[in-house]
Structure formats: structure tokens, C-alpha cells
């Protein structure tokens, strides 16, 4: 819905998606799928190839079943490329994880999504198969779409955290047939060193901020932080510039440019009457969309550059920075002001 207006086409196609739609798609994700098709790796663009060769045979001793992550040797800082050893090979029956290094951000939830660092070993060879520290950039997936031992071990941790992770065959890549390209075979057990690096949140954190200005549209949580309302102030007229209005200050990294994908709940009301046209807060139940800022309206990209990670913030947009022919689906008259509430809750850099 809040692309910016575009040619002839009278209807407005959402770029606001389901976040899975926008997320890069790493090695983890290939046992997660069900299947083994080395294509499916090829769009990973922040996940390098695999850096293993397969183990030339397949006669070696079997590997040493522990009951910990002791065992595991892991050097450097968190947030720098790890070293990983051991005496190979070694394996384990269950997923486990420990977390090396605590950070103190948001917890990553069950299914949620995670932006990382990280650096896994194949406990059979204890040769790196796959890492994105070398390329410099970070990855960002859900944890519905990776292999389930790379979930288990995120669940609960927090962004910040520098984790250990081992992971069984039968939560790996067994249902997928190995990963030859990788070097995988079935049974292998994987030990993944992750840095958290950011977590989609489930509301705003930060400090609210007093709003002073009595021309603008009041916003009020009073029934919970994910009941935001709006109400238009009488007997001031619609302004004829953008009025930006940080309502929560959030803690996290800052909104560089236009190139971010964003994760968002927001809702939108008509200036004219103050009537809801669209909200993703489903009445406390949030369903966040994900989109590109630079395919939104021109009053997101303008008022949303600068402002940071976890913030709440108030719109309100003329109608030659929204629609100005408006639009049919849902129906905004043109040149309608807008007052929208956008809570940012993760950013993707480019």
C-alpha cells in the first residue's frame, strides 16, 4: 500500500510484505527446505560458498560423542572471525548451545528473525564449512526457514551474544541427504560459533519522548503498547509540509538512507476525519510487514531516515508526499492527508 505512486496503474500494490519475503538465504536454510538442490544456495549474496572439500574418506574413526560443548576450543573477540578447535572428530545426540560471550539486546524469539556473524565446523573433519565473516557483511533469516539445530540454539538468546552451537545430524542436513557441495555428509554433527547482531522486535523500546507541539495529531498506548491510537486535534487544519514526531526514542542503530528494508507496524488514519484506513497492530496481535523504504511513499522515506531501531514515530503526510491521485485499494482521496504511527523494528542494510 504505501509505495510510492507509480505510471497509470490506479491501484497501489503493497510493497509492505511478509517478512520472509525479504530475508537473504544462507547454507543453513538448505536441510531446512528438505532437500539438498545446491541451486538453492547460489542467491545466498551474504553467505559465501562453502569453503570445505568433501572428506576424501569416509573410513576414518567414528566420532566421539560428548555430552557438552567443553570440549570446543573458541578464540577471538566476539564480533571478529572466531577459531575454532578440537580433537576431531566429535559429535553430539541432541543440540546444544552455550553462549560465550553475554550480550544484553532484545531476546531472539521462537520463529523470530536474526541479522548474524558466523562460522560453522564439520565435526567429523573440523574443517570450516560455511562463514560470512570474511565477506564483511552479516546475514539476516528466520528461524522457521533454517535447519533445526540452528534454531534450537537461538531461541532465547539475545542480541549480543556470541553462541556456541552443536548440532546432530537428525537437526542438520540428514533429511536433506548431506550437503556435498559443503562437504556434509549424513550424520555429520555441525559446531556453529553466531554472533547476535540484531533481532526483529515485538514493540518499541526505548524512551518516550514529550511531544509539546499542539498542532500536531495526539497518539496514545493507554490499553498496551500495541494499541496505539490517534486522534485529530479540532480546529487545526491539515498542514501542507511533513510533520515528523519521534514519539519513543529507541535504542538501536540509526536509519542511514532509503537503501534499508524495513520491518514495521504501523497504523494509518485520515487526516480529514480520523478514521482507521489501515493498521498491522490487529488489536494487540501485531502482524509486522516488511518492505524496501526507497518503494514507499515519500513521506516514510523523508520522515524515516535518521530516526533508529525500536523508535515509535508520527507522520503526518500532505498528500503530494502520499497519494496525490489517491488511491483505490484500501480508498484515499487525492491529496488526502495522512497521520501515520510506524513502529521500526529491525532494519536490513543493503
Known amino acids: 500500500m504505501l509505495v510510492h505512486p507509480s505510471g497509470s496503474d490506479p491501484r497501489r500494490a503493497r510493497a509492505l510484505r511478509r517478512l520472509a519475503a525479504a530475508l537473504l538465504i544462507p547454507l543453513v536454510l538448505m536441510g531446512a527446505s528438505g532437500c539438498g538442490n545446491d541451486e538453492e544456495t547460489s542467491d545466498a549474496s551474504s553467505s559465501p560458498a562453502a569453503s570445505a572439500e568433501p572428506s576424501e574418506s569416509t573410513s576414518q574413526a567414528p566420532a566421539t560423542i560428548i555430552d557438552s560443548l567443553d570440549k570446543i576450543k573458541v578464540e577471538g573477540e566476539a564480533g571478529q572471525a572466531p577459531t575454532v578447535s578440537a580433537e576431531w572428530p566429535l559429535g553430539v545426540d541432541e543440540t546444544m548451545s552455550t553462549v560465550l560471550t553475554q550480550g544484553d539486546g ?91 547482531v540484531s533481532t526483529v522486535l515485538s514493540e518499541p523500546a526505548g524512551a518516550t519522548v514529550t511531544v509539546d507541539d499542539a498542532n500536531l495529531p495526539t497518539v496514545t498506548w493507554d490499553d498496551g503498547i500495541n494499541k496505539p491510537s490517534v486522534s485529530i486535534r479540532s480546529g487545526v487544519d491539515a498542514p501542507n509540509e511533513l510533520k515528523v514526531q519521534t514519539l519513543i526514542k529507541g535504542d538501536g542503530p540509526e536509519i542511514a538512507d532509503t537503501s534499508a528494508t524495513l520491518t514495521v507496524n504501523y497504523l494509518e488514519v485520515a487526516y480529514s476525519d480520523g478514521h482507521v484506513i489501515e493498521s498491522t497492530y490487529n488489536d494487540g496481535d501485531p502482524a509486522p510487514e516488511s518492505g524496501a523504504l526507497n518503494s514507499l511513499i515519500d513521506g516514510w522515506q523523508q520522515g524515516l531516515v535518521g530516526q533508529t531501531v525500536g523508535s515509535r514515530v508520527l507522520l503526518v503526510v500532505p498528500g503530494s508526499l502520499a497519494y496525490p491521485d489517491g488511491n483505490e485499494s484500501p480508498a484515499i482521496d487525492p491529496n488526502a492527508t495522512l497521520v501515520f504511527v510506524v513502529d521500526i523494528l529491525f532494519q536490513q542494510t543493503a
Request: aromatic share 8%; glycine share 20%; charged share 20%.
Open 106 to 196: 532484545a531476546e531472539v524469539p521462537e520463529g523470530g528473525t536474526v541479522e548474524v556473524k558466523y562460522h560453522g565446523v564439520n565435526g567429523r573433519t573440523g574443517v570450516v564449512f560455511d562463514e560470512n565473516y570474511g565477506s564483511g557483511k552479516t546475514t539476516t533469516f528466520s528461524l522457521d526457514q533454517v535447519i533445526a539445530g540452528f534454531s534450537k540454539g537461538l531461541a532465547g538468546k539475545h542480541v549480543g551474544d556470541r553462541v556456541l552451537i552443536g548440532v546432530p545430524g537428525s537437526d542438520g542436513y540428514d533429511s536433506a541427504g548431506g550437503a556435498a557441495s559443503a562437504g556434509i555428509e549424513v550424520g555429520d554433527t555441525l559446531f556453529f560459533v553466531v554472533d547476535i
